[in-house]
C-alpha cells in the first residue's frame, strides 16, 4: 500500500537560515506531489505543487524539488521568518484516483528569533 | 482565507450519539472532500463529493455518510458516535476538471470531542 513519511520530530531553526523538511515515499510513482501549511488548529493551506516531470519549482521563498527515483521531495524554506513556524504536510493523489489525496503526518517547523 | 465555511467549530458529544458537520464550499467548486484529522497526523480521506454523489471513499465504515447539496455545500453525518471519533474533521472544495490537479481548499475545520 502507498505510504508517506515525514520526519516526526519537530525541526528547529535559527531565523535567517535555511529550512529543509523531506517527504518520502514508497510503492508507488505519483503524477504529482503538494506541500501544505496548517497552523495549531486550523485547517491546511495549499503551498505548492510539483509534477512528476519537473525537478524544482519556486514560490518566492520556499522552493521544492522531487525526485522521482529517490521517491523523495524536499521543501525548503529560505531566509526564515518566526512566522514561517507551523506544520508542513505533503499530499500525495491516492493511487487509484487524482481527486483523493494521501497526507504524510507532517513536521513542525519552529524557527527560533 | 479560502471561502470554505464550516461549522460548528468545537461540539462535544457522548458516546453512541449522532452529530452533523456542515460545510459550505468556495465559489465555482463543485467537488467536496471531508477528512478527519486526528491529533498528531495527516488528514485522513473519508469521502468526495462531486456533482451531488459520493465519489470515492476512504476507510471508513457506513455509520459516516454525507451529502452534497446542489449548491455544493456539503454535510457530513456520523452516527452512534465512539471515542475515536474525537478528532478535527476539515472540508475542502476543489474545482475539477481537465487542469485541475487536486489542490484543495480547505475550512477551519470542526473539532468533535466524543465523552
Known amino acids: 500500500s502507498q505510504k508517506i513519511e515525514q520526519n516526526s520530530e519537530a525541526l528547529n531553526i535559527q531565523e535567517g537560515k535555511t529550512a529543509t523538511l523531506t517527504c518520502n515515499y514508497t510503492n508507488y510513482s505519483p503524477a504529482y506531489l503538494q506541500w501544505y501549511r496548517q497552523d495549531p488548529g486550523r485547517g491546511p493551506v495549499f503551498l505548492l505543487l510539483i509534477r512528476e516531470n519537473e525537478k524544482e519549482k519556486r514560490k518566492e521563498r520556499l522552493k521544492v524539488t522531487f525526485d522521482t527515483t529517490l521517491k523523495q521531495s524536499l521543501f525548503h524554506i529560505t531566509a526564515s521568518q518566526p512566522a514561517d513556524s507551523a506544520t508542513y504536510l505533503c499530499a500525495l493523489p491516492f493511487m487509484d484516483s487524482n481527486y483523493q489525496l494521501i497526507w504524510g503526518a507532517g513536521t513542525k517547523l519552529i524557527i527560533k528569533p | 482565507e479560502t471561502g470554505v465555511t464550516q461549522s460548528p467549530t468545537h461540539l462535544i458529544k457522548t458516546r453512541g450519539q449522532q452529530v452533523t458537520l456542515r460545510c459550505s464550499s468556495q465559489?465555482?467548486?463543485?467537488?467536496v472532500s471531508w477528512y478527519q484529522q486526528a491529533l498528531g497526523q495527516g488528514p485522513q480521506f473519508i469521502f468526495q463529493y462531486y456533482r451531488e454523489e459520493e465519489n470515492g471513499r476512504g476507510n471508513f465504515p457506513p455509520r459516516f455518510s454525507g451529502l452534497q447539496f446542489p449548491n455544493y455545500s456539503s454535510e457530513l453525518n456520523v452516527n452512534a458516535l465512539e471515542l475515536d471519533d474525537s478528532a478535527l474533521y476539515l472540508c475542502?472544495?476543489?474545482?475539477?476538471?481537465?487542469?485541475?490537479?487536486?489542490?484543495?481548499?480547505f475550512g477551519e475545520g470542526s473539532r468533535l470531542t466524543v465523552l
Open positions: 475542502a472544495s476543489s474545482a475539477r476538471g481537465h487542469r485541475n490537479t487536486g489542490e484543495l481548499f
Open positions: 465559489s465555482g467548486h463543485n467537488t
